[in-house]
């Protein structure tokens, strides 16, 4: 394999025709190569990207399970729950199905009887205190005890395609223009708050994060907007004033948490950081390269093109390497990341698994299944969502 680290932007000269894009608020100034994207680094951080919750199991590839006889027919949710010794997922037609952990034979099916509309979907499921939490598109929640039997039903008339949060004693919901607060023993209302705008026909849903009690989000309408859970009241800040791009379509846009430091990359292309103790930008509408794929990693921005990638720095902008290994497919993009002890674990979807440490690629492996629509972590496992419909779990 062909590693490097490229420590001088001007070494690229000589193979690439460049184009400098001259601006006082961009982190970079492009070149252009086969219709692909790179920066011209200014700054580099002799930093490393911050590491935490250390993971000290290691990936074992021969050691994997199938769920047998299952295929998932909505590869967009995350429908899968490991207590214990089971795994638990919910169909399409709102069957749990108990699984072993130990071979993934199947063990039980369990009907929650509900009738719901056969073009409705499960958005999300979770497991909360020996009960599952049920999200549907239609704006249905539901509770159901382990067995199937509901508890109880919250209906809405309104389009939910985000996925549920559950603080405290309370299930959160991000429907297309409102945030609401319902309570998790119940189903009772608790408070909403509305944010009128034009719809968002582009929209794949909203996104969240929490820092302490604040939960901030994005709405699908594309809304940005700030609450106090603990208090169910609007929290206003500079954040929720920030100036986007554009009002018809976020599906390129992302929100992250990092320590006090809250992080938003506008249409894929426009950085902001935001502490959250000074309420005041340290990063404010920094211009990057529009990503073939990216993802946040604590402290970092990693952005993939081509066969290259970039890790920044959230807090001071700088670029902490850029990475190029011919190995690395053009067309993957990256689907998740994660560490285990020292080392950087980048996904991408097409099963590539590369290893980063000390800012150098160490190795790049495959997980052999095919396709990755999705990839999730716990404390134990890697679950892989794969796009012919089967999930595997390392």
């Given at each position: 394999?062909?590693?490097?680290?490229?420590?001088?932007?001007?070494?690229?000269?000589?193979?690439?025709?460049?184009?400098?894009?001259?601006?006082?608020?961009?982190?970079?100034?492009?070149?252009?190569?086969?219709?692909?994207?790179?920066?011209?680094?200014?700054?580099?951080?002799?930093?490393?990207?911050?590491?935490?919750?250390?993971?000290?199991?290691?990936?074992?590839?021969?050691?994997?399970?199938?769920?047998?006889?299952?295929?998932?027919?909505?590869?967009?949710?995350?429908?899968?729950?490991?207590?214990?010794?089971?795994?638990?997922?919910?169909?399409?037609?709102?069957?749990?199905?108990?699984?072993?952990?130990?071979?993934?034979?199947?063990?039980?099916?369990?009907?929650?009887?509900?009738?719901?509309?056969?073009?409705?979907?499960?958005?999300?499921?979770?497991?909360?205190?020996?009960?599952?939490?049920?999200?549907?598109?239609?704006?249905?929640?539901?509770?159901?005890?382990?067995?199937?039997?509901?508890?109880?039903?919250?209906?809405?008339?309104?389009?939910?395609?985000?996925?549920?949060?559950?603080?405290?004693?309370?299930?959160?919901?991000?429907?297309?223009?409102?945030?609401?607060?319902?309570?998790?023993?119940?189903?009772?209302?608790?408070?909403?708050?509305?944010?009128?705008?034009?719809?968002?026909?582009?929209?794949?849903?909203?996104?969240?994060?929490?820092?302490?009690?604040?939960?901030?989000?994005?709405?699908?309408?594309?809304?940005?907007?700030?609450?106090?859970?603990?208090?169910?009241?609007?929290?206003?800040?500079?954040?929720?004033?920030?100036?986007?791009?554009?009002?018809?379509?976020?599906?390129?846009?992302?929100?992250?948490?990092y320590d006090n430091y809250l992080v938003y990359l506008d249409e894929g292309r426009q950085l902001y950081t935001y502490d959250i103790f000074i309420n005041d930008f340290v990063i404010f509408n920094k211009n990057i390269t529009k990503p073939f794929s990216s993802i946040f990693f604590n402290n970092s921005l990693i952005i993939k093109q081509g066969n290259y990638l970039w890790a920044i720095n959230l807090i001071n902008g700088k670029t902490f390497w850029l990475l190029n290994n011919e190995d690395l497919s053009d067309n993957s993009k990256i689907i998740g990341i994660t560490n285990i002890n020292?080392?950087?674990?980048?996904?991408?979807?097409?099963?590539?698994?590369?290893?980063?440490?000390?800012?150098?690629?160490?190795?790049?492996?495959?997980?052999?299944?095919?396709?990755?629509?999705?990839?999730?972590?716990?404390?134990?496992?890697?679950?892989?969502?794969?796009?012919?419909?089967?999930?595997?779990?390392?």
């Open positions: 394999m062909n590693f490097s680290l490229i420590k001088n932007s001007l070494s690229l000269t000589s193979i690439f025709f460049f184009i400098y894009a001259c601006s006082a608020s961009s982190l970079y100034e492009n070149f252009k190569n086969d219709n692909i994207d790179l920066p011209v680094i200014k700054n580099y951080d002799d930093n490393k990207i911050k590491i935490v919750n250390l993971n000290k199991k290691n990936l074992n590839l021969d050691n994997k399970i199938t769920l047998q006889g299952f295929k998932n027919k909505n590869l967009n949710t995350k429908k899968l729950v490991i207590k214990n010794s089971k795994i638990f997922i919910l169909t399409y037609d709102l069957k749990i199905s108990a699984f072993d952990k130990s071979n993934g034979s199947l063990i039980s099916t369990t009907n929650i009887n509900y009738e719901k509309n056969e073009d409705d979907i499960v958005t999300s499921f979770l497991y909360f205190e020996d009960s599952f939490i049920v999200a549907l598109k239609s704006g249905t929640i539901i509770k159901s005890d382990i067995y199937g039997e509901i508890l109880w039903i919250f209906k809405s008339k309104k389009i939910l395609n985000t996925k549920i949060s559950i603080f405290d004693d309370k299930i959160i919901l991000l429907y297309s223009d409102e945030v609401k607060g319902i309570s998790i023993s119940d189903g009772s209302f608790r408070w909403s708050h509305t944010y009128d705008d034009i719809p968002v026909y582009q929209s794949i849903g909203g996104q969240y994060v929490n820092f302490i009690n604040l939960f901030y989000f994005i709405l699908p309408n594309n809304k940005i907007g700030s609450i106090d859970l603990n208090l169910g009241v609007k929290n206003n800040s500079n954040f929720v004033n920030m100036p986007l791009i554009s009002n018809i379509n976020n599906t390129n846009d992302k929100i992250h948490i020292e080392d950087i674990l980048i996904f991408f979807d097409n099963g590539d698994i590369l290893t980063i440490n000390n800012k150098k690629i160490v190795n790049i492996d495959n997980f052999d299944q095919g396709k990755i629509s999705s990839i999730f972590f716990d404390k134990e496992n890697y679950i892989l969502y794969l796009k012919n419909g089967k999930i595997v779990i390392y």
